[in-house]
């Protein structure tokens, strides 16, 4: 088909979008609706004509003005722009704090049976017992790794989890006459979700400072506590990639003030099958499936955040849930007694929950344990071949599953955490996790999982070296310009954000909106 | 261990370098009553045809949608997935790539996000969307909380129509909040929420078609709202609606929610699904989720990054407009491949064969004695009133081999009003035949 020409590409000084199908092998593509046109179409349905419509006269006369495509148009405008992203199948995404670990194809075929991708949510309970089954399963699984009394499945990410696991506390402290306690604890080291999700539910946020060796203080949260404190939000393995060595300390000090433990499960996957955050006195977790549990990231989502519920907070889980009823299995729906309702639709990510037991059970309890080690070895290795070239901040302990680095190495070379990360996508890695944690200047945190061979990890340092001994050498160039083999250079995000273009207009209507 | 690649020396020679003993060294941070003490027994690891064997097994105890005449809707809607859609968001490179904060490595994504806003801008005819929410519910509680942030006040108002999980959402999220109003359920499809609106109201929440399947006027609801300076949010649940209905912008809608699943997405026994949100352009930086957004690169080209940043989690910790932390990626692009596929042509022939296999279920089902079709309008779904209870109704349809629908009481089950209506839905996918077998058996069942 040819080019649409009723458009043209938006905003004013871009270039080159159509002037080239670019390289070979980095296609330039143009989008969809400079492709096709309102008439195109990529499926066949019949044309039926409606005698009598029962639209009450609300039917459709702002013009919709979509772009189809036929089917080949299609199948190549997508595949040439996925050839524009990294994947993991394609190499290392050696992200901090996002365990981007391999995704088997063996959970995809699952949850793609119909007996779990065409079932509706809705349908007689006893037309889904397996579907119930495996929540039941997955729920198992989650518990004994974790050691704790129950699970909600349906939050649907880690945020959400945290979310429902915050509004748990918040139901237990108000069935026990502790409304008044409206301050949540907050380590600085914490994910960003975590000071925005208690503020979302109005708490206010104490933030509590980092040891110079990146852990909690017991003595610092104790001298945080009061009447008035809720809950503590505690990220373990901590967001520097250690282990909490007082975890167990905080948790006794926070129930001694009646206060609970909401931990942040999203680095599970340091200890899964090697320590249950039961033992460690939690009162909730979410636990991202799609880091822990191998579910796919697909760009940005959908996620799955399960939060696994102390005794104490049990009661206080939403709908839906799977109970044992006689011989089969029930779905509640509806809230009892003092219980939270329901934070979603339906029975929440069941295509994440397959995917995640198909997992489990391919790995089985050992395998899981020998992952959490694995991913552990790995991050220690890249730490010890790295050392000695890279700023290390905390040095004295080992590191659970990530490596982390300070920007003081760079200092002088006129080179930021950024240039340097950016350099490392020239040379066909993913950049790793910038300027977080915010307690560590300029950090670089690294979490290789355990997916890696030593082969790729080895490839990985011997880079890092190079850059490392690059920047020091004077060649900021290097840096600074980099990216230079990637599909973009950089991106003026200053400029995206000033006027913002958030979808494609047609010629006329940009003219239109610019009047 | 068919994911961990290392061999025991490689681990040894790993630990060598550095200079731990043994594995258990690396973890001394521990609290030794806490490292291994226990016994998980669970199984071992296990190969992948019985992997296989186990959730085929599961699978298998489940009734799957092609297995015989199917009209659940409520919210979820079966309709048919082309083949290149599963093929194409299966590609590693869309499958398994991170949220796209590098841009540089990250276009295929970024531009699919862009094409994706502009398709949902276009279909509800707003200003601009966002790359996505979780879903349709947790997205309805978003808008809520974002047209308080916008009008600086308190009071929502909730439709008798709206879907009664969304209701429950956006009530679990505002727990404790008396100044969120749920009208009682309107089966009949009666609007009564112009009378709740005041000088105190945020916004007014009304979904169409609505929950019961009629549908809703909104350009009545939007003058009320704006006459009293507040906002209009427009929930829809079935996004193929919007290829016959007219787009809630032009009708003066703020805010649009919808459950995008119809597109491109299976059922998945209620996940994961797409929530689609849309608004004014003014009130893009209350606005939770990701945004994609147009620049250029350091030589001119065109490319996309996320923008608008500052809202969002991240950067704003405690201040941010949501904890939203992701979108609903996969499902996004599954969406916008389906509708590239398509296109205006393709999409509007959908709804009409939707409509028209409704038109038809609707007559049919007007014939049986005992049966009472509640709406006078519709786009795919209504509801009826039955002789008997509907929970059992269902139940005996059910092991007739039909899946006929879902009762009402099965969400409201405190309201005893309700307890003979079934909601029930016909697709592209409900044939004639599907339609002459429920129309058999309701006729016997209620006899």
Redesign the interface.
Known sequence: MSMNNHGRPTGTGTSGFASTSGSALLPNEPLLFEIGDTEHSGVDLPDVTIATDRLGGFERRMPLDLAGLTEPEAMRHYVRLSRLNHSIDSGMYPLGSCTMKHNPRLNEKMARLPGFADIHPLQPVYTVQGALELMNQLSHWLMTLTNTAAVALTPKAGAHGELLGMMAIKAAQDAAGQGHRKVVLVPESAHGTNPATAAFLGYSVKAIPARDDGTVDVQAVKDALSADVAAIMLTNPNTCGLFEPQVIEIAEAIHDAGAFFYCDGANFNAIMGVVRPGDLGIDAMHINLHKTFSTPHGGGGPGAGPVVLSKALAPFAPVPFVRKDGSGLELVEHAEGDALGRITAFQGQMGMYVRALTYMLSHGGDGLAQAAQDAVLNANYIKARLAHAFSVPFGDYPTMHEALFDDSFLAGTGVTTLDFAKALIDEGFHPMTMYFPLVVHGAMLIEPTESESKQTLDRFCDVMEELAADAKAGNAARFTAAPLKAPRRRLDETRAARSPILKWERAEETLKAAE | ??????SEA??A???G????AN?D???????R??????D???????P?FL??A?????????????DGP?F?G???Y?HHV?A?V?H?????????????Y????????L??L??F???V???T?MD??N??L?????GTAEAVLMARRLTRRNKIVLSGGL?P??R??V???L??DADLECLSASPEGQGDILDHIDEQTAAIVIQ?PDFYGH?R??KVAADAAHAKGALLIVVITEIVS??????P??YGADIVVA?GQSIGN????????LGLMATRKEF?RQMPG????????????????L??S?R?????????T??????????A?AF??H????????????A??N??N??KL?DALAAVAGVEVL?????NEMTIRTSRPAADL??RL?ARGI?AG?PVS??E?DDPSVANLIVLAAT?LTTDADIAALRAALAEELQ
């Open positions: 261990m068919r994911y961990l690649p290392h490689e681990r020679e790993m630990l370098v550095i200079g731990a594995i060294a690396l973890f001394s941070a521990v609290p009553r806490a490292l291994k003490n226990f998980l027994g669970l199984p071992a690891h296990s992948e992997v296989e186990h959730m085929r097994a599961l699978a298998g105890k489940n009734r799957a949608g092609a199917f659940v409520a919210g979820a079966r082309p290149t599963d194409l968001i299966q590609r590693s490179e869309w499958l398994t790539a991170y949220t796209p590098q841009p540089e490595i990250s276009q295929g994504t531009q699919m862009f094409e806003q502009t398709q801008a276009k279909l005819g601009v969307a790359a996505s979780y879903d349709g519910s947790t879907h999980h969304y429950d959402v009530k679990a999220y727990k404790d169409t549908l006027n909104l919007l290829g016959l209905l007219e787009a912008g032009a459950e299976a059922l998945n026994f209620g996940g994961p699904y893009i990701r945004l994609c957004g147009e620049t250029v690169d350091a030589e001119g080209q065109r490319g996309f990054v923008t608008l500052t969002e989690q991240h950067i704003r910790r405690e201040k941010a949501s904890n939203i932390c992701t979108n609903s990626g996969l499902c692009l916008s491949i509708m590239a596929l398509l296109g205006e042509a393709g999409f509007t022939r959908l009409r064969l409509h028209a409704a038109g609707a709406n006078k309008t519709f786009f269902i139940e059910a899946l879902v099965r969400l089950p592209e």
